[in-house]
């Protein structure tokens, strides 16, 4: 009797374990709600500088950053660990190192804005409510609209290499050290691009290393940009069609890759100009500058965007035309400069000195000039400065020709500009060079 009894209280201790089990499996999820001052979605270099100087005004626990990122890349380096200057260990830092510490981090990413209720929606389900919302999600890499390109990037050791993700910046440096003869074949898509220089800087620390290694009288060096310019500021164009003409570098401008056959180390390109004109070049390298668009969850926000999905903003303020509570800094807004980090040191006391004035019910006033940073490393110990506003002119902090190759230069890229990025930039400290422009041309 004992027996049948416990038997009995074990079933019944198992039925009512399997009922609690599958109501846990099948109940929904609690999510959280959060409330802030302001809301910064992304944790590039625009969040975390202004996320360093909002923190430090407002206080503890007022500003909220989204960003799903384990890791913090200073991308300007991708270029110099292609080339084999610096590994891949030294351009990243935890996230959690450099997020200022009075802002509260929710590791996550945005997967629907509403701007209309002041409300931004995570992938995990969360929901933020917000006063004021700054943008600084940064660009969407696209390798998947290159049919083949994905394929070709994941063949170990292969002649396919990118230097724009961190998933791929070694294979650039394998691959040139495997070069042994024939075509090199470096591209810019047709669309936006981060950082315009960096597709062609690339080509000129790989035309170095064949020269270093006794390889280039074997190779033919060639450039297929999807641009009708070498460069898009004249002053520096000019300067670079010297340097691609003395190296005996192969420019195709109009070219745009829309196809990589992996298996056949071939890349078929398009006339822009005659779009029914494709070519098929034969390569033993390729560098491939992946086409870039606004992230899609931003593009999907049609009251926040342009035609193009970008942030719709005032150039000069980096105000939203719509939602005076929303800015944007960086890579995902609308303004016409260039796509640099420069760029966003610009525009950050920008956006914080507007921020500040629209939170206290005043017109913001301060006014972003377009300014743009491109070094344009050309080998391993040569760089052309090239620095410049909304209308393509140059903006030059030193007293001399920056559009001339220069050691100096070199030295500041490689050794000088990454710890200004750590330590001051993301810091909120480093707002670009504009003070010292003035102090070395006497204008003030």
């Not at 006063?131 to 999600?137: D, G, K, N, S, V």
């Not at 009288?217 to 070498?230: D, G, I």
């Not at 206290?360 to 391993?380: E, I, W």
Request: proline share 6%.
């Amino acid at each position: 009797m004992n027996s049948i009894r416990m038997c009995n209280v074990v079933r019944y201790n198992l039925l009512k374990g399997d009922i609690l089990f599958r109501g846990l499996a099948t109940s929904s999820v609690l999510n959280d709600n959060h409330k802030c001052q302001v809301l910064i979605v992304g944790g590039g270099a625009g969040g975390c500088s202004v996320a360093a100087k909002l923190s430090n005004k407002l206080g503890k626990g007022k500003v909220i950053i989204l960003e799903p990122a384990e890791n913090h890349y200073y991308q300007p380096m991708f270029t110099l660990i292609g080339g084999g200057i610096k590994t891949l260990n030294d351009s990243f830092r935890p996230m959690s190192t450099v997020l200022p510490a009075l802002a509260k981090w929710v590791k996550d990413s945005a997967a629907k804005f509403e701007p209309e209720n002041n409300i931004v929606y995570t992938e995990k389900g969360d929901k933020i409510e917000y006063e004021f919302l700054l943008i600084a999600t940064g660009v969407q890499l696209n390798y998947n609209k290159i049919p083949g390109l994905v394929e070709a990037l994941s063949i170990p050791k292969g002649k396919v290499c990118s230097n724009y993700s961190p998933k791929y910046v070694n294979r650039t440096f394998e691959a040139l050290q495997a070069f042994k003869a024939g075509d090199a074949i470096f591209t810019f898509p047709n669309s936006p691009v981060k950082c315009p220089g960096a597709p062609q800087k690339i080509m000129y620390i790989a035309d170095h290393y064949l020269r270093k290694t006794k390889k280039r009288h074997h190779a033919n060096v060639v450039y297929n940009t999807s641009l009708a310019v070498l460069f898009g500021v004249k002053h520096y164009a000019d300067a670079l069609w010297k340097v691609v003409d003395k190296r005996g570098i192969q420019v195709n401008l109009r070219t745009n890759l829309i196809e990589v056959l992996p298996t056949k180390n071939q890349a078929i390109f398009e006339n822009l100009d005659n779009p029914q004109e494709k070519i098929t070049l034969d390569f033993e390298l390729l560098h491939v500058t992946p086409p870039m668009s606004a992230p899609d969850v931003l593009a999907a926000c049609k009251s926040l965007v342009t035609d193009t999905g970008f942030v719709d903003v005032n150039k000069d303020t980096m105000q939203h035309t719509k939602f005076a509570n929303v800015f944007a800094i960086g890579d995902c807004s609308s303004s016409p400069n260039s796509k640099t980090a420069a760029s966003v040191a610009a525009q950050s006391q920008v956006v914080y000195k507007n921020m500040l004035a629209v939170m206290n019910g005043h017109t913001p006033m301060k006014v972003f000039d377009g300014y743009a940073s491109c070094p344009l490393v050309t080998g391993y110990n040569s760089c052309i400065l090239a620095e410049f506003d909304y209308s393509l002119t140059p903006l030059e902090t030193f007293p001399i020709d920056q559009s001339k190759e220069r050691y100096s230069m070199f030295i500041m890229k490689k050794d000088i500009m990454p710890p200004l990025y750590w330590h001051l930039l993301l810091n909120g400290l480093w707002n670009g060079p504009g003070f010292a422009r003035k102090c070395m041309h006497l204008k003030w």
